[in-house]
């Protein structure tokens, strides 16, 4: 059972454009995390997100966390074909860090 | 500087018999989790090791269990294997006491189970 939700499942765009890629829950978490996974490798981290409101850019990717630390988005601006993978959001519960509870990913692929 | 390394990295089992993965985390980690992921699923967690004890365990049944070795490396043993247990097993590794800090992820050993 995901207690992550993450929408859309699969997103499919041409590059140049933007995509934005969002992971929900009901439950409350002291952070946040955002990991990239290819094809035969295990997920890679992309960023952590620790107070409620929080922004933080990556290059081309944009990281927001909720005011209620109980979602967040990941927004892929000029999307390009290395952009290509499965995105996973995972929370870090206040009681049992060492825990991650993973979304079901959204698989992005971007076409030249 | 090697990474997680894991092993096997493919295997086939049937029903009923008993698997065991093996997990070395990166260098200067201490400890280890170990997750399943299912077809299109994200990662679910397994269980946690650190100074050889398991510290945190999902919602999995007993015949899921490890253990860790003084080198920090680490096995995963699944017995009496059900056709619902085929999915990538991944090993991560961490610094103890980094509550946010990044895990460091093997590329995992993918079982089939006929």
């Known amino acids: 059972t995901q207690l992550l939700e993450q929408s859309p499942q699969f997103l499919s765009i041409q590059e140049g454009e933007n995509l934005t890629v969002y992971c929900n829950s009901s439950?409350?978490?002291?952070?946040l995390q955002w990991y990239r996974q290819e094809p035969g490798e295990g997920p890679v981290l992309l960023v952590t997100?620790?107070?409620?409101?929080e922004v933080k850019k990556l290059k081309r990717l944009t990281f927001q966390f909720g005011d209620a630390r109980k979602d967040s988005s990941l927004h892929i601006t000029a999307a390009q074909p290395g952009d290509t993978g499965l995105y996973l959001c995972?929370?870090?519960?206040?009681?049992?860090?060492?825990?991650?509870?993973f979304g079901a990913g959204t698989q992005v692929v971007v076409t030249p | 500087d090697a990474g997680v390394t894991q092993s096997p990295t493919h295997l086939i089992k049937t029903r009923g018999q008993q698997v065991t993965l093996r997990c070395s985390p990166k260098?200067?980690?201490?400890?280890v989790s170990w997750y399943q992921q299912a077809l299109g699923q994200g990662p679910q967690f397994i269980f946690q090791?650190?100074?050889?004890?398991?510290?945190q365990r999902g919602n999995f049944p007993d015949r899921f269990s490890g253990h860790q070795f003084p080198n920090y490396s680490s096995e995963l043993n699944v017995n009496a294997l059900l056709l619902g247990d085929s999915a990538l097993y991944l090993c991560?590794?961490?610094?103890?006491?980094?509550?946010?800090?990044?895990?460091?992820f093997g590329e995992g050993s993918r079982l089939t189970v006929l």
């Open positions: 260098s200067g980690h201490d400890t």
């Open positions: 439950s409350v978490f002291s952070s």
């Open positions: 995972a929370g870090v519960p206040w009681d049992s860090w060492g825990k991650l509870q």
């Open positions: 997100v620790v107070t409620g409101g």
């Open positions: 991560a590794s961490r610094l103890a006491g980094e509550v946010a800090g990044e895990l460091f």
């Open positions: 090791y650190y100074e050889e004890e398991e510290r």
